[in-house]
């Protein structure tokens, strides 16, 4: 859904779709997110929106229009974290304080033993390489942490898979890496944002999944699925150059 978001408001933002049909697919989203329980995708949405009103000028009537659309999604919101939390009462504890405070820096995504998506990294750093400092710069190598339907396991992997730490990228690539490898995993989605776009018409839609990836590696585990693939395609876009014909240019420049 983030890539779905992230291309129609590059696509509203370039006059492609009209107002009505990008307001209908973020509702949408918001609706799907709140049935399915996906917490994090409100926060996402506050990113992908937030960087668009942050980047372009607008002019009084593209600002009112924004102003409308907030408003209304924020109603949406509200209608949707209703339904949520009608569906799944425990959602009101995650949302509270407290909640928020867990899940930042608890026990992990189920509470057995398993690693915090945030504090994962340093919990890793002193139980699993004992504060070594080789093993913390580098990890323990790529594969000697994974598991293989035709290799089997590794010992690591026997050792630690309860953590699981392979449900985010970040505590994963830090296994194998370690910091070394982690920041320059994290540094290829800095170089991509900041470096020129060949098509300015997805230059937006490039840059907010850059900051979106940079969510995605701490939050889950996309980018070790298939639904990694797609974010890349996503990613590529501003990079693709639009070649145009010079027959096309004159008809173009004629009209």
């Known amino acids: 859904m983030l890539v779905v978001l992230t291309y129609m408001i590059s696509a509203w933002r370039n006059k492609q779709i009209a107002s009505l049909w990008f307001f209908i697919a973020v509702c949408v989203c918001l609706l799907i997110a709140a049935l399915i329980e996906l917490k994090a995708f409100f926060f996402e949405v506050l990113v992908i929106y937030g960087w668009y009103l942050i980047c372009y000028k607008k002019s009084k009537k593209e600002l009112l229009l924004n102003i409308i659309l907030i408003a209304l999604a924020v109603l949406v919101s509200v209608i949707g974290l209703s339904i949520m939390y009608r569906e799944y009462p425990n959602f009101k504890g995650y949302m509270s304080i407290d909640g928020i405070k867990d899940q930042l820096f608890g026990n992990g995504y189920t509470g057995q033993g398993d690693l915090n998506r945030f504090t994962g990294i340093f919990t890793i750093e002193s139980k ?114 639009s070649k145009v014909s010079e027959e096309n240019k004159m008809i173009i420049q004629h009209n």
């Not at 953590?163 to 920041?183: H, P």
């Not at 990836?213 to 585990?221: C, E, I, K, R, T």
């Open 128 to 241: 699993f390489f004992n504060h070594d400092f080789i093993k913390t710069m580098f990890g323990v190598g790529l594969g000697n942490a994974s598991e293989s339907s035709i290799l089997g396991t590794t010992l690591f992997y026997d050792t630690y898979a309860n953590s699981n730490y392979k449900w985010f990228v970040a505590t994963y690539m830090f296994t194998q890496t370690g910091v070394f490898g982690l920041i320059l995993y994290l540094s290829t989605f800095l170089f991509l944002f900041f470096k020129k776009k060949e098509n300015d018409k997805y230059r937006m839609n490039t840059q907010i999944m850059c900051l979106l990836a940079l969510l995605l590696v701490f939050y889950n585990d996309t980018f070790l699925t298939d639904a990694g693939y797609l974010v890349y395609f996503a990613l590529a876009g501003g990079f693709v150059k």
